[in-house]
C-alpha cells in the first residue's frame, strides 16, 4: 500500500487517539477530575454535539431522498445486528442477567461523538453531513432497543419492565434527536440562516468533538479493562470486528462506495457507547461489565479502524 493510503488512515485515527490521550494525562495530572467530566460531558451532551449535527444538516441543502438509503441502511443494519446479538446471547452468556449488557455492548455504537469525530476527519463536512443523516435514525433505535434487551434480561429484578412511556420520553427528550429533527426543515426547504447565527453556531460546534474525546480519555478504567470477563471479551469482538463487518458488507452489496461507505464503516467500527454504562446501571445492571466492554472496544476500535481504512483506501473504494 502507498504511503498516501497509511496517512489517510492515521489522519483519521491518531488526531482521536492523541486527544484521548491527553485527557488521560490530564487526569492523571489532576487537572481535570471526575467532576468536570460530568459537568463537560453535559455541556456537550445537551448543547455542543446538538449544535453540530443542527448545522450540519440544516446547511446541506441536498434532497432528502438521496439519504434515504443510507437511513434505510441505518436502520436495517441495527436491528438486524441487535436481532443477530440477541440470538447468540443465550449460548454465549451463561447468566441471563448479563445478556442484556451483552448485546447492547456488541451493537451500540459511539457514533455520535466518535463516529461524527472519524468522519469529519476523514471526509470533513461532507462526512459530517452524511453521518448525521445515519445518526438520526441510529439514536433512536439504541437507545430503544438498549431498554428493550436490558428490561430482557433483568426482567427478574425488582424493578420489571420500564412503561412504553417512559421509553418515548427517553426518546422524544434526546437532544441529538431534536436537534436533528429541528434542522430537517431548514435542509428541506433551503431556510436561511442568519450568519451571525452560523457563525456563533461554529463557535458552540467546535467545541463538541475536542472536549467529548477529553473526557472520554479521562473516564478511562483500565485497571477495569484488566479485570474483563469473557462476556465482556466477546461483546468486544462482536462491537468492533462483527458489526463493522455485517454493515460494510450490506453497504457495499447494496451499492455505496466512496464517502457513504466510508461513513458506514467509520460510524459502524466505533466503540460501545458511554451511555450504555449509564443505562446499564440505571436500570440495575452490572455497572463494571459495562464499563469493561467500554474500556476494551474503546482501546481495540483504534486498531480495527485504522486496518479497516487501509484496506477500503488501499482497494479504492472510499
Same mark, same amino acid.
Given at each position: 500500500?502507498s ?9 483519521v485515527?491518531?488526531p482521536?487517539?492523541?486527544?484521548m490521550?491527553?485527557?488521560?494525562l490530564?487526569r492523571?495530572?489532576r487537572?481535570i ?7 463537560a460531558?453535559r @455541556? ?9 449535527l443542527?448545522?450540519? /444538516? ?9 439519504h ?16 443477530l446479538?440477541e ?5 454465549? @452468556? ?5 445478556r442484556?449488557i ?13 463516529? @461524527?469525530a ?10 459530517v ?6 445518526i ?6 439504541y ?5 428493550i434487551t ?20 427517553? @426518546? ?7 436537534a ?5 426543515p431548514?435542509?428541506?426547504?433551503? /431556510?436561511? /440562516? ?6 456563533t ?14 473526557c ?13 470477563s ?6 468486544c ?10 454493515l460494510f458488507?450490506?453497504g ?11 461513513? /458506514?464503516?467509520?460510524?459502524?467500527a ?8 449509564v ?26 479502524t485504522?486496518?479497516?481504512l487501509l ?8
Open positions: 500500500m504511503w498516501e493510503t497509511w496517512s489517510f488512515a492515521f489522519s485515527t491518531v482521536t487517539l492523541l486527544m490521550l491527553l485527557g488521560i490530564l492523571h495530572l487537572l477530575d471526575d467532576r468536570f467530566c460530568d459537568t460531558s @455541556v456537550v451532551f445537551n448543547i455542543a454535539l446538538p449544535c453540530l443542527f448545522f450540519s /444538516i440544516a446547511g446541506n441543502h441536498e434532497d432528502l431522498q438521496s434515504l438509503p443510507m437511513m434505510l441502511h441505518a436502520a436495517v443494519g441495527t436491528i438486524g445486528s441487535f436481532l446479538l440470538l447468540v446471547a443465550p449460548y454465549l @452468556v451463561n447468566d441471563p442477567r448479563e442484556g451483552f448485546v447492547q455492548g456488541g451493537f451500540r455504537g459511539n457514533a455520535a461523538i466518535l463516529g @461524527v472519524y468522519a469529519s476527519m476523514a471526509f470533513g463536512s461532507e462526512g453531513s452524511v453521518a448525521s443523516f445515519y438520526v435514525v441510529t439514536v433512536i433505535l437507545n430503544v432497543l438498549s431498554v436490558l428490561a430482557r434480561s433483568l426482567s427478574t429484578g425488582p424493578n420489571g419492565r420500564p412503561s412504553f412511556t417512559s421509553i418515548a420520553r427517553g @426518546v422524544a427528550t434526546n437532544p441529538l434527536i431534536i436533528i429533527l429541528l434542522a430537517l431548514f435542509s428541506l426547504y433551503s /431556510i436561511p /440562516i442568519p450568519e451571525v447565527l452560523t457563525k453556531g461554529n463557535y458552540i460546534s467546535g467545541i463538541a468533538l475536542p472536549l467529548a474525546l477529553l472520554t480519555g479521562a473516564s478511562l478504567d483500565f485497571r477495569a479493562m484488566f479485570r474483563s469473557n462476556v465482556a471479551m466477546l461483546s469482538v462482536a462491537r468492533v470486528i462483527v458489526v463493522p463487518l455485517l458488507l450490506g457495499w452489496l447494496y451499492g455505496f462506495r466512496g464517502a457513504p461507505l466510508g461513513v /458506514i464503516f467509520l460510524l459502524a466505533t466503540p460501545t457507547a458511554a451511555a450504555s454504562y443505562m446499564a446501571r440505571a436500570m440495575g445492571g452490572n455497572p463494571t461489565l459495562a464499563a469493561n466492554i467500554i474500556a476494551l472496544t474503546t482501546l481495540t476500535s483504534f486498531f480495527t485504522a486496518l479497516g484496506l477500503l483506501r488501499g482497494s479504492g473504494l472510499i
